[in-house]
């Protein structure tokens, strides 16, 4: 998707894909500045990495304590510094709005999951004015680490740890369950039923429709995967590097081919 986002920009750059050990992170970053690189992605486990690594931090970065791009820039006396920053949460909120129709001011909101992403959209929606939260993840203590996180920086959001009685607007799946086709429902069917959601996101992507995605449309909710999340943050990525809009439509194009093997 970036290649073809800076074809379209009419840029004579490429992206490149490079499996670095962590333990070189360091080194591959320096000489990624010291080869004249415009900038990188990076992913896990690097994002974390990261921060420490760079010369500066976007407030998105800080934000969330994860650097998923990084930009090289000539500072005010002449050298050339990397600036970190983090396009993933704010990709979740464009996903949720613009793939599924989902305004989260005011919603009610089940999260299933408190890993790295489900940390993140978990605060990201809380920031976003979100006025219920149910936190529901194998490992409690990390839901419960993550309500404490909210508590102290959103204390208007009403979180609360297990399944709601009730109907939700939207339940978020941000477990890695679906991810196999061997895996379990990350949905504990006796304690929430579909028939309460109206509409259902799962982060993952590939396969495009898992098992909750499909449970969720037989049940009439309406529903979204996680290939807008994938595109959105890098969408912002390009437009960091560049300074100009990402052509969104045409990046979706390349990126559904790559992933789905259509075009
Ligand atoms: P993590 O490894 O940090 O977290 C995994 C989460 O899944 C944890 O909540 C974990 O629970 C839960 N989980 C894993 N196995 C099981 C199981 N057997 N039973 C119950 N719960 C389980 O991963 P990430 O947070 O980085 O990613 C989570 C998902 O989001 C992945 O599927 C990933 O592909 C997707 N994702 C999609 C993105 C996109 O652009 N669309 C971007 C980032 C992630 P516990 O805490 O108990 O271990």
């Known amino acids: 998707m970036q290649n073809a986002g800076l074809a379209t920009l009419g840029l004579n750059w490429r992206y490149l894909a490079f499996d670095v050990d962590p333990r070189h992170l360091r080194a591959a970053l320096d000489g990624a500045k010291r080869m004249g690189f415009i900038g990188v992605n990076l992913t896990v486990p690097h994002k974390l990495l990261a921060v420490d690594m760079v010369e500066a931090l976007d407030e998105s970065a800080r934000t969330w304590g994860a650097v998923n791009t990084v930009r090289f820039e000539v500072d005010a006396h002449g050298q050339t510094v990397a600036r970190g920053f983090n396009t993933d949460a704010d990709a979740i909120v464009r996903s949720l709005r613009e793939d599924l129709g989902v305004e989260l001011p005011g919603k009610r909101v089940l999260l299933l999951g408190a890993g ?148």
């Open 116 to 263: 790295g992403a489900g940390r993140v959209a978990a605060l990201r929606l809380a920031a976003e004015g979100v006025a219920v939260l149910h936190l529901v993840n194998r490992t409690e203590a990390k839901a419960a680490a993550v309500a404490e996180e909210i508590r102290q920086w959103h204390p208007r959001v009403q979180v609360q740890l297990g399944y709601p009685k009730g109907e939700v607007d939207l339940l978020l799946n941000a477990t890695s369950l679906g991810l196999a086709a061997t895996d379990a429902s990350p949905l504990a069917a006796q304690q929430f039923s579909l028939d309460q959601a109206r509409a259902v996101y799962d982060m993952i992507y590939r396969p495009a429709e898992t098992p909750l995605l499909k449970a969720a449309q037989a049940a009439g909710c309406r529903t979204a995967n996680g290939i807008g999340m994938l595109l959105y943050q890098g969408a912002k990525a390009l437009e960091i590097w560049t300074g100009q809009p990402a052509p969104v439509a045409i990046m979706r194009r390349a990126l559904e081919a790559n992933v789905y093997g259509r075009g």
